[in-house]
């Protein structure tokens, strides 16, 4: 059966045909009658902040650099393959959202250089930030679940080199915009001629959904909201690509990306000021904030447990 395309179709493909594709979010916000801030605007939160602490990699602690020289020798398109087709096979385990935020908050992140408070602060730092910013409740939502694919590590991860860190695309070239590149010459692929070029197993412009990113928390919670969510594409691509630093910071792989992904893009970017500069925000009270987050939860996932 044919999919009825929808008034957010028409009015993308219109303004991808006259290249306004910084516009589109705003044209889908007043057609759908949001009268809301545009949730893809330059964020005002980070106007004043001191960015230049942050993500500084090459003065960061042997901890990191430890981590990014195992994840970029063993993150192998044929690993990639094998374990999305494992985590596929089964359940590993039930668990409402506010359970696995307490879950994850165990959890000390191997690759961050920035943040010393547990991962719920983060959670709740990333939330309200947005909230405070008036963008819409499910980017709000986003904001408290982006990282609760860091849960990978209590399931069986075989450490935390598949779970943390900026990811990537596998299955072509290691694009050099990618944080400390020589690591990679570590990695099996780096030398395999098939996979070593421009697009590799690729085809120019196949469109970001059709490329196999770095397996990590963001493939596998945008896995589980994609099923068992009604967030909109806008938030499951944050989801997705938040730790896609060499593309939506770097601006590497646009010869893989369609029209759609200049949209995604520009939302992933709008997330990212959130997710990285709330790090230094004061610290938020989970027990506070816990019924209005509830409401969110109820709204978009629901209060049931979820498969993980
Ligand atoms: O170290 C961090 C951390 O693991 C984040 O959760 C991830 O999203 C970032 O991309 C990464 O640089
Ligand atoms: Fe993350
Ligand atoms: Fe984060």
Redo the contacts with the bound molecule.
């Keep these: 059966m044919v999919h009825a395309p929808e008034i957010t179709d028409y009015v993308k493909t219109a303004a991808t045909k006259l290249d306004v594709v910084s516009d589109e979010v705003d044209a889908v916000n007043i057609l759908k009658g949001n009268k809301e801030v545009d949730f893809a605007a330059e964020s005002q939160f980070d106007a004043e902040k001191d960015k230049t602490g942050f993500?500084q990699y090459e003065e960061a602690c042997d901890r990191v650099k430890n981590f990014y020289a195992e994840q970029h020798k063993k993150q192998t398109l044929e690993y990639n393959i094998r374990i999305r087709e494992e985590l596929q096979a089964k359940v590993r385990a039930s668990m409402t959202v506010w359970e696995a935020m307490e879950l994850l908050n165990e959890l000390v992140?191997e690759?961050?250089?920035?943040t010393s408070v547990g991962q719920i602060e983060h959670l709740l730092q990333t939330a309200e930030a947005i909230r405070r910013d008036g963008k819409p409740d499910w980017m709000q939502l986003v904001g408290l679940i982006?990282?609760l694919g860091?849960l990978l590590c209590f399931f069986g991860a075989e450490g935390q080199w598949d779970v943390?860190?900026?990811?990537f695309v596998v299955g072509c070239k290691f694009s050099d915009k990618i944080i400390y590149p020589d690591t990679f010459k570590a990695n099996p692929d780096y030398y395999d001629e098939k996979i070593n070029t421009e697009c590799g197993i690729y085809s120019p412009g196949c469109g970001l959904d059709n490329v196999l990113l770095s397996w990590g928390?963001?493939e596998y919670i945008f896995n589980i909201m994609k099923k068992q969510s009604t967030i909109p594409k806008e938030g499951l691509s944050m989801l997705r690509y938040?730790?896609f630093?060499p593309w939506h910071r770097e601006g590497a792989y646009t010869h893989l990306m369609n029209e759609d992904d200049k949209v995604q893009l520009r939302a992933v970017q709008a997330f990212n000021a959130y997710?990285l500069y709330s790090k230094s925000d004061d610290l938020a009270d989970a027990a506070t904030l816990k019924p209005y987050y509830m409401g969110l939860i109820e709204k978009y996932i629901g209060l049931n447990e979820l498969e993980w």
């Design positions: 993500r992140d690759s961050d250089p920035d982006h990282d860091k943390v860190g900026d990811t928390h963001d938040h730790s630093y997710d």
